[in-house]
């Protein structure tokens, strides 16, 4: 299955199990421990706060596994499980990343029981939030261009764009970070706005030999130039922008604005 597919899924899986936490609970409520054995199979799920007593161990498990697929971890991220012959409490919340995901299923809960009315539709007609929505397969779900952005206030472009490449030899083809051309124009867009434009051409430059039909890279490279002070740099960028997008009337007008 497609990392695409896996995702899709995984949304479905959790929004139907958000959905299921929000039928009225047991009695006893949502809280504290369950003891005790079903009759003909194995004892209930313990230790559920967010989910009524009474759900089948099914259910919870499917979801479990829909959480795994969506941050692309293992149970081990949230649960106490030390491998073959350690401890495995998977009623522990010993760990803080079981706390984090209670907090999240509730605060998706939340957002979905107020999203038909904010968007104006039924609720059979709404798109509804799971973990899949902003995790895409990874555990801290920040954009690419953040990760580049600390990567580089210590190590500059070439830690930013090495880290790039690292996450882009990983997870190309899925939807976990940007790799489109805009990743790396924003990066750029970034060094000049902290006046690092030799910065700002390492991540153009590099942009160039991912996308070399880039229209929006090679401007970039002109108004990079331009602030050096380099205006046949800028001029010659820019010829090659618009001779990438000759409909562009925006890069027209500055290529003929860097001629006088």
Do not use: W
């Not at 959790?14 to 299921?20: E, K, Q």
């Not at 930013?160 to 970070?177: H, I, N, P, V």
């Not at 867009?189 to 153009?204: C, S």
């Not at 108004?223 to 618009?242: R, S, Y």
């Amino acid at each position: 299955m497609t990392r695409l597919s896996t995702l899709a899924l995984a949304t479905v899986l959790l929004t139907a199990s958000i959905a299921a936490a929000q039928q009225p609970p047991a009695p006893g409520g949502v809280t504290g421990t369950v003891t005790g054995a079903r009759a003909g199979g194995p004892p209930p799920m313990s230790n559920l706060l967010i989910f009524p007593k009474d759900t089948p161990r099914e259910t919870v498990i499917t979801t479990m596994q829909a959480f795994t697929a969506a941050l692309g971890v293992q149970c081990n991220y949230c649960h106490v499980q030390e491998g073959r012959g350690g401890r495995n409490d998977m009623a522990s919340d010993e760990k803080p990343a079981k706390k984090a995901a209670r907090g999240m299923m509730t605060l998706a809960r939340e957002i979905n029981a107020k999203l038909p009315e904010a968007v104006g539709k039924g609720a059979a007609a709404t798109t509804r939030v799971g973990c899949a929505t902003c995790h895409r397969g990874v555990p801290i779900p920040k954009q690419i261009t953040d990760i580049m952005t600390e990567a580089g206030s210590t190590g500059g472009a070439a830690a930013g764009l090495a880290t790039f490449k690292q996450l882009r030899e990983k997870f190309y083809g899925g939807q976990s970070y940007d790799f489109s051309e805009g990743a790396l124009i924003t990066m750029a867009q970034r060094a000049n706005t902290a006046t690092k434009y030799d910065d700002a051409l390492v991540y153009l430059q590099a942009n160039l030999e991912y996308y070399p039909k880039s229209a929006r890279s090679y401007s970039a490279v002109a108004q990079m130039k331009t602030a050096k002070g380099d205006k046949p740099g800028a001029i010659a960028a820019m010829e090659k922008a618009v001779e990438l997008d000759p409909n562009n009337a925006q890069m027209k007008a500055q290529l003929e604005a860097l001629k006088k």
